[in-house]
C-alpha cells in the first residue's frame, strides 16, 4: 500500500513540475480575473471574482435502490489548489492527467488513506481541504455538500467552510461517462458565496444493479471554482 500512495503522492506533482520546474507545488497564486473556461450558458454566471480553483480527485458514493438503479448518496475527495498553473498549456487537462494516476491506484486504497497520508506526513502546500457531504444544516433532511479547509490551508480557522445548494446542473460536455457540471450557492458558512463543478472525469455509475448489492464507490476527477466569501489566501 504504502508504495501505491507514494507513487500517487508523486503523481500529484507532476502538473506544477511540468509548468515551472519546482519540486515543490505552488499555490496561493491571484486568480481574481480569472474565468471559469467555455462555462455553458445554461449554468448561472458568478456574481463575483473567483477566490479558489482546485483540482479534486475522489469517489462519489452510490447506493443500489430497489427498482435496481443507482442512487447517489454523496462524495469524497481532496482539493488541491491550481490557482498557480490558471493560463498554462496544463491547466485545461489537469483533472485527466490527476484521473489516470488516480485510476491505477489499487481500489482497497480508500481516498481517506490518501488524505491522512497528504495532511500527516507530506505537507504538499497545494492542499487545500476536503470535500464530503453532511446533513442539510437547514432543514436537518437528506444531505448537502460541503467544502471544508478547516483541517488544512486554512486550519484553526473554524469559518474557512461552505455548505452549498445546486442552483445549476448540466451533462458533462464530454460525454455521459463523465459526472454533471453544477452550481450551487451558499447556505452556510464562509469560505465562498458560490460553487461550480466543472471539467468532470468519470464518476458515473453503472446502469444497473441487483438491490441490496454494498454500496459503490466510483473514483473521479474534477475542477472546483469557489467565487467570493471572507476567506482569503
Known amino acids: 500500500m504504502i508504495a501505491s500512495v507514494t507513487v500517487f503522492i508523486l503523481g500529484i506533482y507532476l502538473p506544477f513540475v511540468l509548468v515551472s520546474g519546482s519540486v515543490i507545488p505552488r ?10 473556461p467555455d462555462l455553458p450558458s445554461t449554468l448561472p454566471t458568478p456574481d463575483t471574482t473567483p477566490s479558489f ?10 447506493t ?12 469524497f475527495a481532496e482539493l488541491i489548489d491550481i490557482s498557480c498553473i490558471y493560463g498554462t498549456p496544463v491547466f485545461s487537462g489537469v483533472q485527466d492527467i490527476l484521473f489516470d494516476i488516480w485510476n491505477a491506484v489499487p481500489p482497497e486504497i480508500t481516498t481517506a488513506e490518501i488524505v491522512n497520508t497528504l495532511q500527516s506526513f507530506v505537507k504538499i502546500p497545494a492542499i487545500l481541504g476536503q470535500h464530503y457531504f453532511v446533513q442539510n444544516p437547514i432543514t436537518g433532511q437528506g444531505i448537502s455538500p460541503k467544502w471544508d479547509f478547516t483541517s488544512a490551508a486554512f ?12 442552483v445549476g ?11 454533471d457540471w453544477l452550481a450551487l450557492t451558499k447556505v452556510v458558512g464562509a469560505l465562498a458565496d458560490q460553487v461550480y ?17 454494498p454500496d459503490i464507490f466510483v473514483k473521479y476527477t474534477s475542477k472546483y471554482w469557489l467565487f467570493g466569501g471572507s476567506v482569503k489566501h
Open 64 to 75: 443500489c435502490g430497489s427498482t435496481g438503479t443507482y442512487t447517489n448518496i454523496g462524495a
Open 197 to 213: 463543478r466543472t471539467d468532470t472525469h468519470k464518476g458515473q455509475p453503472p446502469s444497473s444493479c441487483t438491490p441490496g448489492s
Open 27 to 36: 499555490s496561493g497564486c491571484d486568480i481574481s480575473r480569472a474565468k471559469i
Open 155 to 166: 486550519a484553526g480557522n473554524p469559518n474557512a467552510f461552505v455548505v452549498g445548494a445546486k
Open 53 to 62: 480553483v482546485a483540482v479534486a480527485f475522489g469517489t462519489q458514493n452510490y
Open 169 to 179: 446542473d448540466i451533462p458533462a460536455p464530454t460525454g455521459s461517462q463523465d459526472i
